[in-house]
Antibody, heavy 117, light 110 residues
Framework: QVQLVQSGSELKKPGASVKVSCKASRYTFTDYAINWVRQAPGQGLEWMGWINVNTGNPTYAQGFTGRFVFSLDTSVGTAYLQISSLKAEDTAVYYC???????????WGQGTMVTVS | QSVLTQPPSVSAAPGQKVTISCSGSSSNIGNNYVSWYQQLPGTAPKLLIYDSNKRPSGIPDRFSGSKSGTSATLGITGLQTGDEADYYCGTWDSSLSDVVFGGGTKLTVL
């Protein structure tokens, strides 16, 4: 079935960087945007932004500029989230989600837990 | 503090109906479509409702969505223990130019 499969959990030290991958399968990768959503432990969902899979142009939500970078490798149908200069408050589950109509998200990755400690 | 306001928790008995509210403003719910997501414990969110009242294929008609003014409502009928989850509303906010979510509502099926 249509799915997004993310890379595994990461444990990083403060100041390090992390790169999370999100691989699409069973749909045409370039037909849909990829969004990124953060969920801190015990907290709600927070939209980080999205990347236009056709142009590679990223858009970052307020609060996610500077240390966060969205990128793509369309040859392998994969989107990436890189976070640099990690802080303890970056500890969260990061989800990729396929953009559908009117800012809804119809397919979600399983989530990647990033722990900064 | 979330831009969209949801009750922290709701509860009802199996077989009953429950509604979950999501309150916003003219910059978000008032002029944009609302989506609803179900997040079962330890899993990724799942799209339940899009365009305020449409269900993706595979979502049972026990789930319904509506919108009036600057508020939206998710309804669930015929409650099952498997419906116990966190539910989130989301929409575009034209002032912030961001997608915004509610803080989430924990549904307990007693």
């Amino acid at each position: 079935q249509v799915q997004l499969v993310q890379s595994g959990s990461e444990l990083k030290k403060p100041g390090a960087s992390v790169k999370v991958s999100c691989k699409a399968s069973r749909y045409t990768f370039t037909d849909y945007a990829i969004n990124w959503v953060r969920q801190a432990p015990g907290q709600g969902l927070e939209w980080m932004g999205w990347i236009n899979v056709n142009t590679g142009n990223p858009t970052y939500a307020q609060g996610f500029t500077g240390r966060f970078v969205f990128s793509l490798d369309t040859s392998v149908g994969t989107a990436y989230l890189q976070i640099s200069s990690l802080k303890a408050e970056d500890t969260a589950v990061y989800y990729c989600a396929r953009g559908a109509v009117h800012y809804s998200f119809d397919i979600w990755g399983q989530g990647t837990m990033v722990t900064v400690s | 503090q979330s831009v969209l306001t949801q009750p922290p928790s709701v509860s009802a008995a199996p077989g009953q109906k429950v509604t979950i509210s999501c309150s916003g403003s003219s910059s978000n719910i008032g002029n944009n479509y609302v989506s609803w997501y179900q997040q079962l414990p330890g899993t990724a969110p799942k799209l339940l409702i899009y365009d305020s009242n449409k269900r993706p294929s595979g979502i049972p008609d026990r789930f319904s969505g509506s919108k009036s003014g600057t508020s939206a409502t998710l309804g669930i009928t015929g409650l099952q223990t498997g419906d116990e989850a966190d539910y989130y509303c989301g929409t575009w906010d034209s002032s912030l130019s961001d997608v915004v979510f509610g803080g989430g509502t924990k549904l307990t099926v007693l």
